[in-house]
Nanobody, 123 residues
Framework: QVQLVESGGGLVQAGGSLRISCAGS?????????MGWFRQAPGKEREFVAA????????DNADSVKGRFTISRDNAKNTVYLQMNSLKPEDTAVYYC???????????????WGQGTQVTVSS
């Protein structure tokens, strides 16, 4: 069982930046998992944002965030990050991190989920 805890969400103006984090809680070591970020806006389906391989050598980003968001990980700190730049009001959502044993963009590719952190971008 892997427990994930997100942090760093908040309110930011359009064009601003924010970095959110996801840490493995207690003895939940994430180093051998693919890690992903998803987001869910009110009334919408949860959607893929970004993923990173367990070594950190491969990243994948949704088209909607390419060039603006960067996923990274520090396995020594048991933490994965999402750096979000040039934020837009449409980026407003609850952001969830997830850990999985396979690679992909589907929710089913991930086995463990955090509780989410709210990101709100004002216009």
């Amino acid at each position: 069982q892997v427990q994930l805890v997100e942090s760093g969400g908040g309110l930011v103006q359009a064009g601003g930046s924010l970095r959110i984090s996801c840490a493995g809680s207690g003895r939940s070591f994430i180093s051998r998992y693919t890690m992903g970020w998803f987001r869910q806006a009110p009334g919408k389906e949860r959607e893929f944002v970004a993923a990173i391989s367990w070594t950190g050598s491969i990243q994948d980003n949704a088209d909607s965030v390419k060039g603006r968001f960067t996923i990274s990980r520090d396995n020594a700190k048991n933490t994965v990050y999402l750096q979000m730049n040039s934020l837009k009001p449409e980026d407003t959502a609850v952001y969830y991190c997830a850990a999985g044993g396979s690679w992909g963009r589907r929710r089913g590719d991930y086995d463990y989920w955090g509780q989410g952190t709210q990101v709100t971008v004002s216009s």
